[in-house]
């Protein structure tokens, strides 16, 4: 059965599949022995020996599903040219996970971490629908017909109309207001420019939840490991469970950082 190049390096947890395509263009990528630049290539793993650097890949490594809860203040990238605190700062050295979707640097809550790139990529897809739930404060008391015009689809960003979100006033705060948004959306910055747009300041933006899976009591700078009750509605959410999943299964893993 052949599949995409990009996808066999995503399995094996090499890399994300964007950083595998990535790995493809630098040159990095052989199939039996010839150099693989062209990101629709396919192949059959189980008959083509597939190299990164001239080290053959092995077998898919244990699937690896950790929820972080991020503090404000560190990017959602596995390093920085600047020097600047990333989540692999409150991670164990060694372990090679990759963030699903993004939270700017300001942004805090739920983050997902995996080396299943299957998963990684159809969580991360537009197409996927995913719901993911944010509380966020903005900076004005705002009565109850505001949230109804943020979830209409009313909202125009400079990318388009969005989709329908789910937006309701949680209750009132000293400095503002907290909103509760649903999207399945993934523009970049969606809440915060969908709340620019109605001339609402964002104090703290924080995501709860990813469809089934909740951020909880988790306390910022901490993870914890998905259960396998978790990585299954994810897999189904994402729709690579079955015959499309890869392979990956929760195994033995670190537990919560100190």
Not at 108 to 132: C, I, M, Y
Request: net charge positive.
């Amino acid at each position: 059965m052949t599949e995409r190049l990009q996808k066999a390096l995503a399995k094996a947890g090499v890399a994300s599949r964007r950083e595998a395509e990535r790995l493809m263009r630098a040159g990095r990528v052989a199939v039996d022995g010839a150099v693989v630049t062209e990101l629709g290539t396919k192949i059959d793993p189980t008959r083509q020996r597939v190299t990164l650097d001239g080290r053959p890949l092995g077998a898919a490594p244990p699937g690896i599903y950790w929820l972080l809860h991020k503090p404000p203040g560190y990017l959602t990238t596995t390093r920085d040219p600047q020097g600047r605190p990333t989540i692999l700062d409150l991670l164990p050295r060694g372990v090679r996970v990759y963030p699903v979707g993004r939270l700017d640097a300001a942004s805090e809550g739920l983050l997902l971490l995996t080396n299943d790139g299957a998963l990684a990529h159809r969580l991360a897809h537009p197409s996927s629908q995913v719901p993911k739930e944010y509380h966020v404060l903005v900076d004005q008391r705002v009565d109850r017909a505001l949230p109804e015009r943020l979830d209409g689809g009313g909202v125009v960003l400079d990318d388009g109309r969005i989709a329908r979100a789910e937006v309701r006033l949680l209750r009132a705060a000293p400095d503002g207001s907290w909103l509760r948004f649903v999207l399945r959306e993934g523009r970049k910055r969606q809440v915060r420019r969908m709340c620019a747009a109605l001339g609402l300041g964002v104090l703290r933006l924080r995501r709860v939840r990813l469809d089934g899976v909740a951020l909880g009591a988790l306390p910022p700078g901490r993870y914890r490991p998905l259960s396998a009750e978790e990585v299954e509605r994810l897999q189904r959410a994402a729709g690579v469970w079955g015959a499309e999943a890869s392979g990956h299964r929760p195994g033995d893993r670190p537990g919560d950082r100190d």
